[in-house]
């Protein structure tokens, strides 16, 4: 699965969409075992959440917004099929939490492909499920560390944290994928699948035993004044980077 929304793959809700449908279709489809998730944006794998999404948009929409964030993260999450992730390019918050949730990740060996959850930066705060993901791949104590201080890690920092699995050459990424589907592939489904959601599960389950609790919490938070002069600083230091 290539995902294309140029310039970023910021995952808007029209892209959110877009993705679920075509994850189910996949998943519907007994012909399909695996699927491998990567970029047709050069350098970026995904810009995480859209900004504009979340910013100067009534509460409505943001629940509507947040609901599908929650659906996608749920079903990647929770996949039968085996999900890996291709990285090839950048991939802050959302678009680390889109890694964080195939089962095996990786990163192209580029100092400018740097992966974390960098939510401190921008003012706002990882919900809770993004941080349980991250703290069951790395650990409490460096999950700690790197949330707190938005830690966006390159390569070969990823690797040796255990954000990511593997680190290839830019031009092995999709080869190593590849390899390591037949892998995974080579484990009966029905075995595979149970063992996954026997891991994954209890994670899962906290975000679906308040799911709209936290829908509330997240247009609470995000409708904040504070909160959206924090988004309008960091939307304008994107517009100033440029020159
Ligand atoms: C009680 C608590 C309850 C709940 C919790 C509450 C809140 C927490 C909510 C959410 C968690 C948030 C998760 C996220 O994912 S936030 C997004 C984080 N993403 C980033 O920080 C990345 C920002 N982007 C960049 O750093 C660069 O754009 C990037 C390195 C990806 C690419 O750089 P490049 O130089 O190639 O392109 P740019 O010129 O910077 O960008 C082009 C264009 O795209 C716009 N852009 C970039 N990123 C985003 C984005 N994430 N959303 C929307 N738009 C984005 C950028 O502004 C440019 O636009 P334009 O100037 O109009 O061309």
Not at 58 to 73: F, I, M, R, S, T
Not at 142 to 171: C, K, M, N, T, Y
């Amino acid at each position: 699965m290539k995902m294309r929304n140029p310039p970023v793959n910021s995952l808007s809700l029209e892209f959110l969409t877009e993705l679920l449908i075509s994850l189910e279709k996949l998943e519907n489809d007994k012909t399909f075992r695996g699927i491998i998730i990567t970029s047709d944006c050069p350098g970026i794998f995904s810009a995480g959440l859209d900004l504009l999404e979340m910013y100067g948009r009534d509460p409505a929409h943001c629940a509507e917004y947040w609901k599908a964030v929650q659906e996608l993260w749920l079903r990647v999450y929770l996949s039968n099929l085996v999900v890996i992730g291709a990285i090839n390019g950048i991939s802050p918050a959302g678009g680390c939490l889109l890694s964080l949730s195939c089962d095996y990740r990786v990163l192209a060996n580029n100092p400018k492909y740097a992966i974390g959850l960098n939510e401190t930066l921008l003012g706002i705060i990882a919900p809770f499920w993004f941080k349980d993901v991250l703290v069951n791949t790395i650990g409490h104590r460096a999950a700690e560390r790197a949330l707190q201080l938005g830690f966006l890690f390159p390569p070969s920092d990823a690797l040796q944290v255990g954000i990511v699995d593997q680190v290839v050459p830019e031009d092995q990424v999709q080869s190593t994928a590849r390899s390591v589907m037949a892998q995974w592939l080579a484990i009966p489904d029905h075995a595979r699948q149970l063992t996954k959601n026997l891991v994954r599960k209890p994670t899962a389950d906290r975000l679906l035993q308040q799911r709209d609790a936290d829908i509330q919490n997240f247009v609470r938070f995000i409708s904040r004044d504070s909160i959206q002069k924090s988004l309008h600083v960091y939307l304008e230091k994107l517009k100033q980077k440029k020159g």
